[in-house]
């Protein structure tokens, strides 16, 4: 049973949490841009927190349900539409077989992330569903879904196989039944603000800039630039200039480096970011926001708040707190 494609989207890739433990070859990490929506939604519907989903970008796509299936859609809201009806995001959703999934323009975000009870039947290509598309490798063909692809489900548990005998005999004779509760608002404060403040950490080179651009980095706006993608995101705003001239050797980056090309404009990598990197780093975005970066636009301006590395620490930590409670409650709700 399976998942057909009727109209691709702009960027529709399967993503799980990526490729880790392959850098030191030189292979990236890639994965989902917003990990905490794509965990958060295989919560939903009764995955491991890691299970590869559809992620979608700007234009989503339009699918056909070919079996009755359980899903749930998380992220950015990309005006998803059940056969022809709004639906919400960020709860689980009973989903009959025919029923045509499609998605319309950005209405806050720029991903929104499809799970679907049991996963894709996908390979695993060491040891990740992920598609790394400048490679292709992973994931469907190693590339974007384009129409007429056919993506196979795998089989639910058996405790999900219920709840979804349960739905339907709820359902009656609607195509889809959306459950009455959700993710609490509480728990996605500011997740999808615009314009967001992004708390960083000096980075390896921060005492190398001038004192001029390091106040400008945490006080003055910068735009995020066409020229972004997963690989890492372009900003416009304050020229940052070196107090002196240095030569570096290539040091390992990770999710949420932010480096200063000779143009003094900085660059955030992202999850298909290369492993190494020669530009001197001006700060790391905390992982807690990584999440907020993520579903920034092209076009969109964000600001960036100093933390110290015993904050972030602590702000991970609380939200990994709040996602076990949520899996102890979502546990109690089924």
Known sequence: MSLKVIRAGLL?????????GMQKHGVIVSGAMDPFALR????????EEGEAALEMTMLGP?????????IAICGGDLSPRLNGEKIPGWRPVFVRRGSILEFGAPVSG?????????????????ESRSTYLRAGIGGFQGRALKEGDVLNLRTP??????????????????????????VSSGFLADYRKKNPVIRALPGGQWNRFTSDSREKFFSQEFQVTGQSDRMGYRLEGPKLSLSGPLELISEAVSNGTIQVPPSGNPIILLADRQTTGGYPKIAQIASVDLPLIAQVKPGEK???????????????????MEIEMLKQSIALKT
């Open 12 to 20: 529709t890739t399967i993503q799980d949490l990526g490729r880790f």
């Open 40 to 47: 958060i939604g295989n919560l939903l519907v009764g995955n």
């Open 62 to 70: 339009s699918l056909l349900f070919q079996r009755d299936s359980f």
């Open 110 to 126: 720029c991903r929104a992330y499809l799970t679907v009870a049991g996963g894709f039947d996908i390979p695993l290509v060491m």
């Open 157 to 182: 548990s058996e405790q999900v196989i219920k709840r979804m005998r349960h739905r339907s005999e709820a359902a009656g004779s609607r195509s889809f039944l959306v459950s009455e509760w959700s």
């Open 302 to 320: 964000i600001r960036f708040q100093p933390v110290t590395l015993e904050e972030a620490q602590e702000l991970y930590r609380k939200r990994e």
